[in-house]
């Protein structure tokens, strides 16, 4: 089968389609783009909120070595069996 539009009408659909790859580029380069922005958020979320954990554990390790140690609990005594006897 030939071909029977004109070079207008080619011309035409042609930019159309180019138009059309061109704005789904777009939209594929805008979400791209969201995502690695919201990669990056967390990621310096993450990062701050790990470097509070870190000086919270030193801060905590600190106290613990500077407090003195706990009085160790006097023994409890032994309750002693009473011998029966038998009669």
Not at 29 to 49: F, G, H, K, S, W
Not at 51 to 59: G, S, T, V, W
Request: hydrophobic letters at 40%.
């Amino acid at each position: 089968m030939a071909d029977t539009r004109s070079g207008t009408e080619k011309s035409a659909a042609r930019a159309r389609a180019q138009n059309h790859f061109a704005a789904s580029e777009q939209r594929e380069t805008a979400v791209r783009q969201m995502i690695e922005n919201e990669r990056a958020a967390i990621a310096a979320r993450t990062d701050r909120l790990r470097k509070l954990r870190l000086a919270k554990e030193e801060a905590d390790r600190l106290a613990a070595a500077s407090a003195p140690a706990p009085a160790k609990p006097a023994p409890k005594a032994r309750a002693r069996k009473r011998a029966t006897r038998i009669s």
